[in-house]
């Protein structure tokens, strides 16, 4: 509502580069409530008015919001498009914060196609910039994102030595939104080395999540050998293929997850 009251004002003053910034807040606000048709709207009305500008930042700003819209829709190979797209702007502004962002979710597209080199090459480049920013928010994500692509290739003591990296820079910034997904991959990946690990610090931070994707309910499965996580992980799948595009369904349905999580229920629930 305050946005669009602020657009209005913009729009009488004819300032393009603040309606421009406000249709992206709009779209932002869409995204954060899952309307996501909405938020791809608005996103890309402000990335015409940045393209008209010139506003070469924005633009990749623009870019980077709109891939993940489709990242969020199931339809990865677009959302690959806007990133790449979004990385070349950084690039060619030298921006190296924007070029960490933009090669780290790359990296995320590819590990949920199964690109798993392809991953792991954009998470590592993304790694050595926010290095050198000394970005340690950033460092625990890559650093995450790393050893979650050497867990699902079952390179289990690849695995822990990022995973735990991770970890540890978590909790040295206080870092909380992926601590579940972290510790959980970590212990899984102790599990298969047949090290201890201690499964109340799972339960707690269950306890304290917001939400918990399918990918993750499939992990806890995994980890905890409770069939209730698998059928969340099922029914979540089910639940997001129903708003998928006809033609994005059945290459969503073949990517390694959602095909472990519905392979894996087939077999326990039949």
Do not use: W
Not at 45 to 50: A, D, H
Not at 109 to 135: P, W
Not at 217 to 224: A, D, E, G, K, T
Request: a negative charge; hydrophobic letters at 35%.
């Amino acid at each position: 509502d305050y946005y669009g009251r602020a657009l209005a004002i913009r729009e009488e003053l004819g300032n393009k580069r603040g309606i421009g910034n406000i249709l992206n807040s709009i779209g932002v606000a869409h995204a954060n409530k899952g309307d996501y048709d909405k938020a791809l709207e608005h996103y890309s009305m402000s990335l015409i008015i940045r393209e008209e500008l010139g506003d070469k930042s924005r633009m990749g700003q623009s870019l980077y919001n709109i891939g993940n819209i489709h990242f969020d829709k199931g339809d990865y190979d677009k959302s690959l498009d806007y990133r790449k797209r979004s990385l070349e702007i950084f690039e060619g502004l030298g921006d190296n914060r924007g070029m960490g962002y933009s090669l780290n979710n790359i990296g995320v597209v590819h590990a949920n196609k199964g690109d798993y080199d392809k991953a792991l090459d954009c998470y590592s480049r993304s790694l050595t910039i926010r290095e050198e920013l000394g970005d340690k928010r950033g460092m625990g994500y890559s650093l995450n994102n790393i050893g979650v692509v050497h867990a699902n290739r079952d390179e289990h003591d690849k695995a822990v030595e990022s995973l735990e990296k991770s970890l540890a820079i978590q909790k040295e910034i206080g870092l909380k939104a992926i601590e579940l997904l972290t510790t959980t991959y970590l212990y899984l990946s102790y599990k298969h080395l047949g090290k201890d690990y201690d499964e109340q610090d799972i339960h707690i931070l269950i306890k304290n999540a917001d939400n918990i994707e399918f990918e993750l309910n499939f992990r806890l499965y995994q980890l905890l050998e409770d069939k209730s996580y698998l059928k969340i992980a099922y029914n979540q799948i089910q639940e997001k293929v129903d708003n998928l595009e006809p033609d994005v369904v059945k290459k969503f349905l073949n990517y390694p997850i959602p095909k472990q999580i519905i392979e894996e229920y087939n077999k326990v629930f039949s």
